[in-house]
């Protein structure tokens, strides 16, 4: 039964973590899809810049939540299923890797900061605490959740290993870590630029999206049939 139920346990993680909450949450309520504005990242800070509060809180509460549970279930059933601290930390570095790659979104997932802020509140719940004291503080003096994010990824490991000891786990918050400061990478370049949207801030279409919109037909505040009149006139004047 134990043998069997490490790779369960891993599998089921990763198909939890897997649910992408920015893009159901946004669907439910009528929104735009995350992925289509902004930052295109299917995460809470993105879907703030709908405007919708309340979508936001929803999704940050979810994301954060299936990293959560499947870690607790593991925890409390580790003893009856027989599962090993390394069956725990995959179990953990599972749910974040689903989050990531979800195989029920094309594998097109966010940047894992909700989830693995979960992940950490279940594994230890003061590692949770120490690492989202950072994440506010840092937030609350830069508003920036990008940033946020990578000073308290870069932390969370430095937190384990002092405190608690180089315990299986420790592996699966580093990797966590790795990643989560990896799928910023792009944030970091618009920091340094000067060019990263502060927390709250709209933002406009996304670029992807952008690029399929029709282009406008005339400046705006121009009156719309100003652009073609003046070619009338304008072939009038060279006959």
Not at 167 to 190: D, F, V, Y
Not at 220 to 230: I, L, R, S, V
């Amino acid at each position: 039964m134990s043998l069997a139920a490490a790779p369960l346990a891993i599998l089921a993680a990763y198909l939890i973590g897997s649910l992408s909450f920015a893009v159901i949450v946004s669907r439910v309520m009528g929104l735009a899809d995350p992925r289509s504005y902004g930052s295109g990242n299917p995460g809470a800070t993105n879907v703030l810049r709908s405007g919708s509060k309340v979508a936001a809180i929803l999704t940050l509460a979810l994301d954060a939540l299936k990293g959560y549970l499947p870690v607790l279930a593991a925890l409390l059933l580790q003893g009856s299923l027989g599962l090993s601290d390394w069956a725990i930390a995959g179990v953990a570095l599972a749910a974040f890797l689903g989050h990531l790659w979800p195989v029920f979104f094309r594998f097109q997932g966010g940047k894992g900061v909700a989830t693995a802020a979960g992940v950490l509140m279940a594994l230890n719940p003061w590692l949770g605490v120490a690492t989202l004291v950072s994440w506010l503080i840092i937030a609350a003096f830069f508003r920036y959740a990008s940033l946020a994010s990578i000073v308290a990824a870069a932390f969370a490991p430095f937190y384990q290993l002092l405190i608690w000891g180089a315990e299986p786990q420790a592996l699966a918050i580093t990797a966590m870590s790795l990643l989560l400061i990896w799928r910023h990478a792009g944030n970091i370049r618009k920091l340094l630029a000067g060019t990263e949207s502060r927390i709250g801030q709209k933002a406009a279409p996304h670029a992807a999206s952008a690029a399929h919109a029709p282009a406008a037909a005339h400046p705006p505040g121009q009156p719309h049939g100003h652009h073609h009149a003046h070619h009338r006139g304008h072939r009038k004047g060279h006959k």
